[in-house]
């Protein structure tokens, strides 16, 4: 199942948010890595957890001509605020609470999928395949737990992002 609810406070242990079904140290690859792995085979879970920008959901929801999609209906583990672009956000970057030092790193983009179109056309019949166009390079990133704790709902984070600069034969290594 996709959906999630929303809850005040998420717990996270070295393998993800306790109460999710995305948690765990390793999980089965699915057709994100099959250049990497065939499907199924067991390797690290660093999609432990989804974050969401309200800012981009906001922004998703208006180029589908709507007036708002619930968080919950993108599986998402939790919401943030405040930082541009946060889809764009480097590999590696982590989010820490001010508060409880709990600590995410940033795995990568989590790109839209059909299941999110899904739900979303049960919930506005004929919207569903907007979503995917509207949705590109705002649709969140994908996270794995450096430091276990709580992260509350309200709760200050700091983003600290590598500084390390872009691979300049990165478009080589893709064939471009």
Do not use: Y
Request: hydrophobic share 40%.
């Amino acid at each position: 199942m996709l959906e999630t609810s929303a809850t005040g406070q998420l717990q996270f242990a070295f393998g993800g948010p306790t109460e999710e079904s995305h948690a765990g140290l390793t999980r089965p690859s699915c057709s994100r890595v099959t250049a990497q792995h065939p499907r199924g085979t067991e390797i690290a879970n660093v999609r432990q957890v989804s974050i969401l920008s309200a800012e981009e959901l906001s922004a998703i929801a208006h180029d589908m001509g709507l007036d708002r999609l619930e968080p919950e209906w993108f599986g998402a583990s939790m919401v943030i605020a405040g930082i541009p672009d946060f889809t764009l956000i480097q590999p590696s970057s982590r989010l820490q609470d001010e508060a409880t030092g709990t600590c995410l790193v940033i795995d990568m983009e989590n790109r839209p999928c059909h299941l999110v179109s899904a739900v979303i056309e049960r919930q506005h019949p004929g919207m569903g395949k907007r979503f995917r166009p509207a949705a590109r390079n705002r649709r969140g990133v994908t996270a794995w737990v450096e430091r276990p704790g709580a992260i509350t709902l309200g709760a200050s984070l700091r983003l600290h992002v590598p500084d390390q600069p872009a691979w300049p034969h990165l478009d080589a290594a893709r064939g471009q």
